[in-house]
């Protein structure tokens, strides 16, 4: 009987437990099927995506995730032991990379995981990390948003990035933004160097921000898909979808509070500008449309950002009455961790934090008349980090940055006006400024007013954080307007405390259910309203007077501050009408304002199937006949061996070369003896621009000998003394004299251009 007692109880038992967990899974597992949905819609081979999902399962999540639980002291849920742990996954691949591609084993990367892996199976004290139980579960309601948040932004990229950039060109006609090839040079060269040089020029070091491409490169080494399907299909959306995961646990742990987190990420990849033009111009600077796929650094940088803000969070001191288990001491490892990966994933990240720390510092002083040995701890922790990147890893190059305040809104003002104008203009463009880019963060000062200023010094560091953004963006300027960085750097502490202020206020509204219901669902309406009406008003502003393109701006702020003041004198009106509507005005006011920049994202798309990879950005042409003798090269040579070849120009402008040509180190991913120069560190900045000449005369000479004029001498010089073994003419330049032929085998040829080998 107690057998059959034993075998009846089990299917009731474990039906239930085997139905909530399949329910709880839902929502990451329905995210997962769009985001594949969406890459095998535009190509991507199934078995690469197979592949991928293995390499982050195994490779980055498993490892990460054991980490990570050892070092935080209790567990608190599931997704943020994987969202936390990917970071930390991403991290340990880092090191691991360096280290196997430094003794010349990048094709045995795939093993490093067994480093993590073996010791938490074979130590006891480790071997619970296996298995843990949560005692908390996240909200069905915030997975299913933040799922919403992640499917809403992949069809973003469908439509700007994917759709318009095929894994390899298809045909003559093919555009491409100008950075991304320079970015999957990168790549390549990360596949088997550190530290990396610059591609274009072989021998020349790099001083630049890259660790974010070397993941890219682990990302190929490790899973073996082939690295432009990584570049331009899988790493893009899956670093977006990990940083949206990542601002909502990193959001509710250190608010304590659920939504907080999940509006954090709606604010950051779903709303977009306010601008209110055509979506092509993007004034001053974008903070995440355009630039999650134009610079993928950025949106790695993130990845390894948030989780530093929670462990410093942690440091500094956390808000008061949030039920969230501590990080405790591990949250020194783990801002020790994501501040050494940080140094060089993004120049922009450790600035804004170690300036966050000084005003956490400063106010806490001033206000508390002490300050805690931790933030001064943090504080040098983070100062060693930059004095690290800037010695180290930028060898103190500037890279352009100069102290230029207000460089970055100077183009908007027209010269020879009064003082009286000047002062309303300047007035005017920096209102346009905080628009555009900070009006997603209206729920900060919310919160300012709640708190009658008194914030915790969690809050402070956030503050922080997102002031320092904008202010070293106003202060310093870049000739290629790189200084946005910081800006987009700052906005990750500032979507937090943005959204810490509207759920503050939300919380004080106290909406029953059917309130919350209506809110979404006028919220939604408002976005799409305001998004049909960008639409159908876009148009081409002029460039003349200087001032006209914020324009468009600035009359829609007007209009839509004209209708808020409408709303507010009828506001007691409509509360006699419907009650309910009292004491909530202010939650639909900041909702409304948080939103008003929905249709970004939206202009954004649909202007790159106008104009496309970037809009009004500079494009390069990137013919099907160029990437196939790169790939050939690629597939038929050693990743020490150098090319040569005869294109250096984007353009030649009134005899002045336009040095910012890639494709060749991009698709061969093989340095190359001389290249397009414009982008080493030691020409960014120079007064010509991507016009000033190559530094080197004699190896330029050498160079296009090769092609123009080649002699046994001359071949044997550039094979010996700098390694060429190969030699790409592009004919549609210049066509290759016919001695090469007899000086060097010829190996591919298509319609346009011919890869020899050196003898």
């Given at each position: 009987m107690t057998t059959l007692a034993t075998g009846d109880a089990a299917p009731s038992a474990v039906g239930p437990r085997r139905r909530r967990a399949a329910v709880r899974f839902a929502p990451a597992l329905a995210g997962y099927a769009a985001v594949a949905a969406v890459l095998l819609t535009t190509g991507t081979p199934a078995p690469d995506l197979g592949r991928w999902t293995a390499y982050?399962?195994?490779?980055?999540?498993?490892?990460?995730?054991?980490?990570?639980?050892?070092?935080?002291?209790?567990?608190?849920?599931?997704?943020?032991?994987?969202?936390?742990?990917?970071?930390?996954?991403?991290?340990?691949?880092?090191?691991?990379?360096?280290?196997?591609?430094?003794?010349?084993?990048?094709?045995?990367?795939r093993l490093w995981p067994l480093a993590v892996l073996a010791p938490f199976a074979a130590v006891p004290a480790l071997r619970r990390h296996w298995r843990v139980r949560y005692d908390t579960v996240a909200p069905a309601g915030w997975a299913l948003a933040l799922t919403a948040v992640v499917a809403g932004f992949t069809l973003y990229l469908y439509e700007s990035f994917l759709t318009v950039n095929p894994v390899l060109p298809t045909d003559e006609g093919q555009a491409q933004y100008i950075d991304l090839a320079f970015q999957l040079s990168l790549a390549g060269a990360a596949t088997h160097q550190v530290p990396l040089e610059v591609p274009q020029v072989a021998g020349e070091p790099l001083h630049y921000h890259w660790f974010g491409f070397a993941h890219l490169a682990a990302t190929s080494l490790v899973s073996g898909v082939d690295l432009p399907t990584v570049f331009f299909r899988l790493a893009v959306p899956a670093l977006c979808a990990l940083a949206a995961v990542l601002v909502a646990v990193v959001g509710w742990r250190i608010t304590g509070r659920p939504y907080a987190g999940v509006v954090a990420a709606a604010l950051l990849f779903t709303v977009g500008e306010f601008g209110f033009e055509n979506g092509w111009r993007q004034l001053f600077g974008t903070q995440a449309t355009f630039i999650v796929w134009g610079s993928p650094s950025m949106t790695y940088s993130w990845v390894l950002l948030l989780p530093l803000i929670a462990a410093l969070g942690e440091i500094v001191g956390r808000a008061r009455g949030v039920a969230v288990p501590p990080l405790g001491r591990g949250a020194w490892v783990l801002a020790a961790l994501f501040l050494a990966a940080s140094t060089g994933a993004k120049a922009s990240t450790v600035p804004v934090v170690l300036a966050a720390l000084a005003f956490t510092a400063v106010l806490l002083l001033a206000v508390r008349r002490r300050l805690p040995r931790a933030v001064l701890v943090a504080a040098g922790l983070t100062l060693a980090a930059q004095v690290f990147a800037t010695a180290v890893l930028f060898a103190f190059e500037s890279h352009g940055i100069t102290v230029d305040p207000f460089s970055g809104l100077r183009t908007y003002l027209p010269e020879g006006r009064s003082a009286g104008v000047t002062v309303v203009l300047w007035a005017a463009v920096l209102l346009a400024f905080l628009l555009s880019l900070q009006l997603r963060l209206a729920g900060v000062p919310a919160l300012l007013r709640l708190r009658r200023g008194r914030l915790e010094p969690v809050q402070l560091l956030l503050l922080g954080g997102a002031l320092a953004g904008p202010a070293i963006y106003l202060l310093v300027g870049h000739p290629g307007s790189s200084n946005q960085y910081f800006t987009r750097t700052g906005f990750a502490f500032g979507v937090l405390l943005s959204a810490w202020g509207?759920?503050?206020?939300?919380?004080?509204?106290?909406?029953?259910?059917?309130?919350?219901?209506?809110?979404?669902?006028?919220?939604?309406?408002?976005?799409?309203?305001?998004?049909?009406?960008?639409?159908?008003?876009?148009?081409?502003?002029?460039?003349?007077?200087?001032?006209?393109?914020?324009?468009?701006?600035?009359?829609?702020?007007?209009?839509?501050?004209?209708?808020?003041?409408?709303?507010?004198?009828c506001w007691p009106a409509l509360v006699g009408r419907w009650p309910g509507l009292a004491g909530r005005g202010g939650l639909l006011l900041l909702t409304a304002v948080l939103v008003a920049g929905a249709p970004g994202l939206v202009m954004d798309a649909a202007a790159a199937r106008q104009q496309p990879n970037g809009g009004a950005y500079p494009v390069v042409p990137m013919p099907a006949s160029r990437v196939e003798a790169a790939r050939w090269v690629h597939a038929h040579s050693d990743p020490d061996d150098v090319v040569a070849t005869n294109v250096h120009c984007r353009a030649v402008v009134d005899g002045w070369c336009?040095?910012?040509?890639?494709?060749?180190?991009?698709?061969?991913?093989?340095?190359?003896?001389?290249?397009?120069?414009?982008?080493?560190?030691?020409?960014?900045?120079?007064p010509e621009g991507p016009y000033a000449p190559f530094w080197d005369a004699d190896r330029l000479r050498a160079n296009d000998a090769a092609f123009t004029a080649p002699t046994a001498s001359g071949l044997a010089a550039l094979r010996d003394r700098y390694g060429v073994r190969w030699l790409v003419a592009d004919r549609g330049v210049e066509p290759e004299s016919p001695t090469l032929r007899t000086l060097a085998d010829l190996r591919f040829e298509n319609s346009r251009t011919a890869v020899y080998r050196l003898r």
């Open positions: 982050a399962l195994l490779a980055v999540l498993l490892p990460g995730t054991l980490v990570f639980r050892a070092l935080r002291r209790r567990p608190h849920t599931l997704v943020e032991d994987l969202a936390m742990g990917a970071a930390v996954g991403l991290v340990l691949e880092l090191t691991a990379w360096a280290a196997f591609t430094a003794v010349g084993a990048p094709g045995w990367l509207w759920v503050e206020v939300a919380d004080r509204a106290a909406l029953s259910a059917r309130g919350r219901l209506l809110l979404g669902v006028g919220t939604a309406g408002f976005a799409v309203l305001l998004t049909a009406v960008q639409l159908g008003s876009a148009t081409s502003t002029p460039a003349i007077p200087a001032y006209a393109p914020v324009l468009p701006l600035l009359r829609w702020a007007v209009a839509l501050t004209l209708v808020a003041l409408l709303v507010a004198l336009d040095a910012r040509t890639f494709w060749l180190s991009g698709y061969a991913e093989r340095a190359v003896l001389v290249e397009g120069w414009a982008f080493a560190p030691r020409m960014v900045g120079l």
